[in-house]
């Protein structure tokens, strides 16, 4: 079927377009028919826009194409706009022409509002799901994040560089690996960019990647999924205080950014975006745990902070804050030790909303050092020999973090499960859609 190219996006019929001819494209979100007057509302990615349509104003071939209309029937139409103080966006448009592209069946989920439809059933119709306007924000901000880091780490002098995701050796602990069938060997999915990075920095100084990091996590938890967007950076002669500082850039950015841009959309979810201020409050680990046995959650010292523990330091300060100077046996191995102390580590945790959003480190640039950490931790450095080469020509001291992209988005847009924020996820139970 002929149909005319889409010249407008829904949000862009305003008022001050009043005359003007405009295509649209898009699906019927809902039909009110009134006898000889039908209102039509047009959905696309961007908004909805009512169009409407009289009997007699339209030719008779319009009348009876909008009268078959179902919802979420894929439509073109051509139209006049039209400055409206009945209609609720202040503007109309009227259809002289209507395409019908495609028809719909009845959808197998409620996408209006009217039945709740519980998160699992929601993402076996995932693709029906993502239609709900919710959800078309939801995505919408997640580009816009996208795009505020980006244009932060360039700011900062990084680059963005792509590393592979099949790669041979572990490198945040050798039980979360997926295997792959690579021909006549096993290889492994990445579970982050890590040692790419490091090595990075000896030739591009200052790099960063988001791409998709995989994970055999077995917990099935609301923030835990086995594919996620690691945002990565990396940055040669800097240390964990100068990457934080990046972090918090990135982070402040992020939510300026979609403050500006998404503030009225989101406040119609209730949903409110304030922007922290830098710079973030640091506390020690050995701080955090005096915090926690003082509200009552006693650890030991050389354990990982538990979730509950982050939410009770959250609760403590508010805003996002770092913990810094971990216990170095609990980092993974290529973290650098204090000199003045290696038992603690140059290495720091972000924290929003009680959830870790990214972490990070100084690392060990000195091939015998880091190849004595790998010792430590039971590694053998035979397996490590192609990365351990890069340290025998002028490796730079350096650093960097990564960051989870959902959980970011989880805490940006308030939601309580990360698969809110995630197109298809992949969970332990998840592998479709
Ligand atoms: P880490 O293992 O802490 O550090 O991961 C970095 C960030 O990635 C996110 N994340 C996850 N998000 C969703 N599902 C998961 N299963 C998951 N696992 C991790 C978290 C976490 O803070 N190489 C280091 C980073 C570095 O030091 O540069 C690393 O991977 O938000």
Redesign the pocket.
């Known amino acids: 079927m002929e149909f005319p190219r889409k010249t407008h996006w829904t949000k862009d019929i305003r008022p001050e377009l009043d005359g003007k001819e405009v295509v649209l494209a898009g699906w019927v979100w809902d039909v009110r028919d009134l006898g000889n007057i039908k209102f039509i509302l047009l959905r696309d990615r961007e908004g909805i826009v009512q169009l409407t349509v009289k009997r007699g104003s339209v030719t008779d071939n319009v009348w009876s194409v909008v009268s078959t209309l179902n919802r979420e029937d894929a439509v073109v139409v051509r139209g006049v706009v039209k400055a409206s103080r009945i209609a609720k966006a202040g503007v109309e448009v009227f259809p002289s022409e209507v395409y019908v592209v495609a028809r719909s069946k009845p959808l197998p989920i409620d996408i209006w509002g009217s039945v709740a439809t519980d998160l699992d059933t929601r993402l076996r119709f995932r693709p029906v799901d993502l239609k709900r306007p919710i959800n078309l924000l939801i995505f919408r901000v997640e580009s816009e994040v996208a795009r505020v880091i980006r244009e932060t780490l360039y700011s900062h002098g990084f680059i963005e560089v792509f590393t592979p995701k099949i790669i041979v050796t572990s490198?945040?602990g050798g039980a979360e690996l997926f295997a792959v069938q690579y021909f006549e060997r096993v290889a492994y999915l990445a579970?982050?960019p890590?040692l790419y990075k490091e090595e990075l920095t000896a030739s591009l100084e200052r790099v960063f990647e988001i791409a998709p990091a995989y994970?055999a996590?077995k917990h099935n938890t609301n923030?835990?999924?086995?594919e996620?967007i690691?945002v990565?950076i990396e940055e040669a002669f800097a240390n964990y205080m100068d990457v934080m500082n990046v972090l918090e850039d990135v982070i402040v950015n992020v939510y300026r950014r979609v403050s500006d841009v998404f503030k009225d959309e989101l406040n119609k979810y209730g949903i409110e975006v304030t922007v922290p201020k830098k710079p973030f409050r640091k506390i020690t680990y050995d701080d955090a745990l005096g915090i926690l046995e003082k509200r009552g959650l006693r650890m030991n010292w050389g354990e990982d902070i538990p979730k509950r523990g982050l939410e009770i330091l959250s609760e403590e300060f508010g805003e996002p804050f770092f913990i810094i100077h971990f216990p170095t046996d609990i980092r993974?191995f290529y973290t650098k030790p204090l000199e003045s102390d290696p038992r603690i580590s140059e290495s720091f945790?972000l924290v929003i909303d009680g959830l870790?959003?990214?972490?990070?480190?100084s690392r060990i640039h000195i091939k015998e050092q880091l190849v004595e950490a790998l010792k430590r931790r039971g590694l053998n450095p035979e397996n490590f020999e192609s990365h351990l080469m890069v340290y025998d020509y002028g490796m730079p001291p350096h650093a960097?973090?990564?960051?989870?992209l959902?959980?970011l988005m989880m805490v940006l847009l308030r939601r309580t499960n990360?698969r809110e924020v995630v197109l298809y996820p992949r969970d332990r139970f998840r592998l479709e859609p």
């Open positions: 490198t945040e579970q982050s890590q994970r996590e923030y835990h999924l086995n996620f690691s990565d993974a945790d870790e959003i990214a972490s990070g480190s960097g973090w990564g960051m989870g959902y959980r990360i």
